[in-house]
């Protein structure tokens, strides 16, 4: 796992030793050495899979958080991206109204995804920047 090239997520105990009674003065201010007391290491990607129960996609947004327009095709796209990728996560979409209000629509569970990187990459293709948003946690 740690040869990979992927982020990982590390838990672990933080101590300092303790100064003994029989330390000489000048050791007082000395610094003193953290240690580090590791618990468990795995990849990032299934921490954040283990947190977060939702995505939730900003569509109509543009790069300014101005009203845009998307294109059926767009849509399309991301209709077959959201199936190609199944899995336990809600998906919601976010859409700015006229006036600037904002809808969110949940998907139905046949729309439910796997989150990862897989997922989020094709979502930067189709729009050409990030769209996405983990929820949940």
Do not use: C
């Not at 000395?30 to 590791?38: D, I, K, V, Y």
């Amino acid at each position: 796992m740690l040869t990979s090239g992927e982020p990982i997520l590390l838990t672990a105990k933080i101590s300092f030793p303790h100064k003994g009674d029989d330390a000489p003065e000048e050791a007082e201010d000395a610094p003193r050495e953290a240690t580090l007391m590791l618990n468990d290491v795995v990849p990032l990607i299934d921490a954040i899979r283990a947190d977060a129960t939702g995505v939730l996609l900003r569509i109509g947004y543009g790069a300014d958080g101005r009203e845009e327009r998307v294109p059926t095709e767009a849509l399309d796209k991301v209709k077959m991206l959201l199936k190609r990728h199944p899995g336990p996560s809600r998906v919601e979409v976010a859409l700015l109204l006229d006036g600037g209000a904002e809808a969110i629509l949940a998907l139905g569970n046949d729309y439910r995804v796997e989150i990862g990187d897989a997922l989020f990459s094709g979502l930067e293709r189709i729009f050409g920047r990030q769209v996405a948003e983990l929820s949940g946690f």
